[in-house]
């Protein structure tokens, strides 16, 4: 079992620049795979990027894909997703989520384990 808390989350100007990172428990956190997720006011939660057990291995949404870019360092157990060019559309909560398998996915009901999640909000 893994326990996510997210930080980094905060209100920024658009085309503004936030890093958010995802601090797990546990000693088998290179064990998981982990996403990025987020879910805006009166939409369903949609995926963001997934990395890879080792981080070889990425993989984004259309709408992030150039401007957001998913790390992990499995020594701190820890992912981060650092967000460039940030757009008014990129205001959501944002969830970071494991899953114990080598497979990467988007679909977030495969993912076991979320945190509670981090607000950002790119004012325009």
């Known amino acids: 079992q893994v326990q996510l808390v997210e930080s980094g989350g905060g209100l920024v100007q658009a085309g503004g620049s936030l890093r958010l990172s995802c601090a797990a428990s546990g000693r088998t956190f290179s064990s998981y795979s982990m996403g990025w997720f987020r879910q805006a006011p009166g939409k369903e939660r949609e995926f963001v990027a997934v990395?890879?057990?080792?981080?070889?291995?990425?993989y984004y949404a259309d709408s992030v894909k150039g401007r957001f870019t998913i790390s992990r360092d499995n020594a701190k157990n820890a992912v981060y997703l650092q967000m460039n060019s940030l757009k008014s559309e990129d205001t959501a909560v944002y969830y970071c989520a494991a899953r114990p398998s080598p497979v990467i996915v988007t679909t977030t009901s495969l993912y076991a384990y979320w945190g509670q999640g981090t607000q950002v909000t790119v004012s325009s």
């Open positions: 990395i890879n057990r080792s981080g070889g291995s990425t």
